[in-house]
């Protein structure tokens, strides 16, 4: 019998922490805080989590959860909870994207966290770049081996580039967009230079619409709630 192929869900949600939060004194705000990140923790057991602080380098995001379950209703769930307790009652959704990732078939139990994640794939490294994805009209019409042609050069130069990672979230029938471009690197220069070159290269004139581009910090999420609060 055939493995079938799961689906993981990716959620990338961008909040705006309301100004009200900042006029409360700083006893309710302690408290607001504290009820938040105990919230967001009694969350995450069966999830991936990460958080990304924006604030500073954007003027409508402050920080994004990225999160990832094999189960999309749970996922909805805990989503949805974001705003239901603490300082998530002054947040607000500035952006919200959805895309599915089918991880590979031979993976073996052990190599899974979660049960349904590779490990180590994704959210190792402190600077991310992400953007959604839409494909013009005539890429499609392309032969599949020259869509595959220049996708294997796009996927050569980020190799030459050293420890950076890439991943696809696609959104097929999830969401506006069609794709989510994930890529993170160690350092900011490495991820700068990677991107300036796939910029250059041809598989670029079939995109239709790539932004906005947000570029992310990997922090704590207390160290992101002290700082924008």
Same mark, same amino acid.
């Given at each position: 019998? !055939?493995?079938?192929?799961?689906?993981?869900?990716?959620?990338?949600?961008?909040?705006?922490?309301?100004? !009200?939060?900042?006029?409360?004194?700083?006893?309710?705000?302690?408290?607001?805080?504290?009820?938040? !990140?105990? =919230?967001?923790?009694?969350?995450?057991?069966?999830?991936? +989590?990460?958080?990304?602080?924006?604030?500073?380098?954007?003027?409508?995001?402050?920080? +994004?959860?990225?999160?990832?379950?094999?189960?999309?209703?749970?996922?909805?769930?805990?989503?949805?909870?974001?705003?239901?307790?603490?300082? *998530?009652?002054?947040?607000?959704?500035?952006?919200?994207?959805?895309?599915?990732?089918?991880?590979?078939?031979?993976?073996?139990?052990?190599?899974?966290?979660?049960?349904?994640?590779?490990?180590?794939?994704?959210?190792?490294?402190?600077? =991310?770049?992400?953007?959604?994805?839409?494909?013009?009209?005539?890429?499609?019409?392309?032969?599949?081996?020259?869509?595959?042609? =220049?996708?294997?050069?796009?996927?050569?130069?980020?190799?030459?580039?050293?420890?950076?990672?890439?991943?696809?979230?696609?959104?097929? *029938?999830?969401?506006?967009? !069609?794709?989510?471009?994930?890529?993170?690197?160690?350092?900011?220069?490495? +991820?700068?230079?990677?991107?300036?070159?796939?910029?250059?290269?041809?598989?670029?004139?079939?995109?239709?619409?790539?932004?906005?581009?947000?570029?992310?910090? *990997?922090?704590?999420?207390?160290?992101?709630?002290?700082?924008?609060?």
């Amino acid at each position: 019998m !055939e493995k079938q192929q799961n689906s993981v869900y990716s959620s990338f949600m961008f909040l705006k922490l309301q100004p !009200e939060f900042r006029k409360l004194v700083s006893n309710e705000k302690i408290a607001a805080k504290q009820e938040f !990140e105990g =919230m967001v923790a009694a969350c995450q057991e069966k999830i991936f +989590l990460r958080t990304y602080m924006l604030a500073g380098l954007r003027a409508d995001a402050d920080l +994004l959860f990225w999160r990832m379950s094999d189960d999309l209703a749970y996922l909805q769930d805990i989503c949805a909870r974001t705003f239901s307790a603490g300082a *998530g009652r002054y947040f607000t959704a500035a952006h919200s994207y959805l895309g599915v990732y089918h991880p590979p078939l031979d993976q073996e139990p052990k190599d899974l966290e979660f049960g349904f994640l590779p490990k180590n794939a994704f959210g190792r490294h402190r600077y =991310m770049l992400l953007h959604p994805v839409i494909k013009a009209n005539n890429w499609y019409e392309l032969p599949s081996a020259e869509r595959e042609k =220049m996708m294997a050069e796009r996927a050569a130069v980020i190799a030459g580039h050293g420890d950076i990672n890439e991943n696809f979230f696609f959104s097929y *029938g999830l969401d506006d967009q !069609e794709m989510i471009v994930e890529r993170e690197a160690p350092t900011l220069a490495g +991820l700068v230079a990677a991107t300036k070159e796939l910029r250059r290269l041809r598989i670029k004139t079939y995109t239709l619409l790539d932004k906005p581009v947000f570029l992310c910090l *990997g922090r704590d999420l207390r160290e992101i709630m002290d700082a924008i609060s």
